[in-house]
């Protein structure tokens, strides 16, 4: 397929939004790598918090962000995409700094959540200022650089944060952030221009914001103390009962409010409707994996924290690396043939895990299975991505990033809970407990993601009577 000609002033002008919006987004995609690394030296620190207690130290974070990312993104489009973004900057550095003085877990987990809601502000205010920022015949490019940004970020945090944790503990890992955030707030403020949409859009549904958080948390709450009090427990009965029901009832009221939090009308695109699907479903696998990664390196081959981290580098290197050349490959030949080859890699990889792995270590068999969990992810998010905003209207991109970053965070969250509930503490010195049911998890995660990808046609576009 030819690509058009584009001016060579307005892709230099896209490619300089690009390096000062990453700029921010590095730390946040940082953050979301480097806390699995740390995970293990926090519960030294805290020995007396259970798995489950430990566990809203990550879920905290993605939550909160899942609850208020549509809503953010709307306050953006109101106060200004650059106003926003800066102010998310602001929020994320200071949560950082609080985390890494905060001294018991329930200051680090709300610490986190503030960091969670910091992201809401910034993440889809730089998703949809670069997407701007690109011609639409490269936005494929400029979505897969973008994300390869945040790949190569999280690539370096597996090592970044063993890294810190040999020299120091957990709160360097914090304590990191906060330089990037100053860098990037002093030339987002010189090189971003203002942007507002000239009809000041409306607030949409706060309620339906609090039952994204009532719903998510309610099923990540009944999953990860399920263990530790039982099904049968009343209250891990009742948030296991509420938490779906909540989230049906949401689905419901967005498909009769006038202002959504989660706009149904966006799903009327084939394109982006099957998008946000595989990134729920492949982020419950991939960030899962990281979870279990981390526990079977340090538990079941009680290898150090530093070492665990270096041997789950390769899965971000790969997908760092692949990212950006999948969104350009998607400009050029389509999306869907690179989710399908990536979500099928990213399953031999589990599976090749589940079949060589055991309780003695087995460095190459290690290394060669992460590498494919690395390329296969790399081919899939500039993809995913790619297929999401393919045929979104300009004024949707806020409001579309926003729905495709909260899908990507309840993944994280349910991905999380899920492996918190499989492995439990069934892991041991040389023994593997559950890993296998938690493999099969991992594993059909990308074989599903691999079906959407061959759903994914050449985009349709929204009929108009959907539109509002």
Not at 42 to 59: M, Q
Not at 397 to 407: D, R
């Amino acid at each position: 397929m030819q690509q058009a000609a584009v001016d060579p002033a307005v892709m230099r002008r896209a490619w300089l939004v690009l390096v000062v919006v990453s700029l921010a987004s590095f730390q946040t995609a940082m953050a979301l790598s480097i806390i699995f690394v740390v995970y293990a030296d926090l519960k030294e620190s805290f020995p007396h918090a259970s798995e489950a207690e430990l566990s809203w130290v990550i879920n905290s974070f993605t939550i909160v962000g899942a609850a208020t990312l549509v809503i953010c993104g709307v306050l953006g489009e109101r106060w200004g995409r650059r106003r926003t973004l800066m102010a998310g900057i602001a929020v994320f550095t200071l949560a950082s700094a609080g985390a890494a003085l905060a001294p018991s877990t329930g200051v680090l987990i709300v610490a986190r959540a503030l960091q969670g809601f910091g992201t809401s502000l910034s993440l889809p205010m730089g998703a949809a200022i670069v997407i701007e920022a690109f011609p639409v015949a490269r936005r494929g490019t400029g979505v897969g650089a973008w994300s390869a940004n945040g790949a190569v970020a999280a690539a370096m945090g597996p090592s970044v944060g063993a890294l810190l944790v040999h020299v120091g503990d957990w709160r360097w890992a914090f304590w990191l952030n906060v330089p990037f955030g100053v860098i990037a707030l002093a030339f987002i403020g010189k090189v971003i221009q203002e942007h507002r949409n000239p009809q000041t859009p409306e607030l949409p549904d706060r309620l339906g914001a609090l039952m994204v958080l009532a719903g998510v948390g309610g099923v990540v709450f009944a999953l990860v103390q399920s263990r530790e009090w039982s099904w049968a427990d009343p209250v891990v009965l009742a948030a296991l009962i509420g938490g779906p029901l909540v989230l049906v009832l949401l689905a419901w009221r967005s498909m009769r409010h006038r202002l959504p939090v989660i706009d149904p009308s966006l799903f009327a695109f084939k394109s982006f409707r099957l998008g946000n699907y595989g990134m729920l479903v492949f982020s419950i696998a991939f960030f899962g994996h990281q979870f279990v990664g981390v526990n079977y390196l340090t538990i079941v081959w009680e290898l150090t924290i530093f070492e665990a981290g270096m041997l789950l580098t390769p899965v971000f290197v790969f997908t760092g690396l692949l990212s950006a050349l999948s969104g350009r490959w998607a400009d050029r030949w389509g999306p869907a043939r690179f989710v399908v080859a990536g979500s099928l890699m990213w399953t031999g990889g589990m599976v090749w895990q589940w079949v060589t792995l055991g309780g003695e270590e087995d460095l190459v068999a290690w290394v060669l299975s992460v590498t494919l969990a690395g390329i296969g992810p790399g081919l899939v998010w500039g993809s995913l991505f790619a297929v999401m905003v393919a045929d979104l209207p300009s004024d949707f991109l806020a409001s579309g990033s926003s729905v495709s970053q909260t899908m990507m965070r309840v993944g994280n969250a349910f991905g999380v809970a899920i492996a918190v509930t499989v492995i439990g503490a069934t892991l041991a010195d040389g023994q593997i407990g559950n890993l296998g049911t938690s493999y099969i998890m991992l594993a059909a995660g990308g074989a599903v993601t691999a079906v959407l990808g061959v759903r994914c046609t050449q985009p349709r576009g929204m009929p108009a009577l959907v539109l509002k």
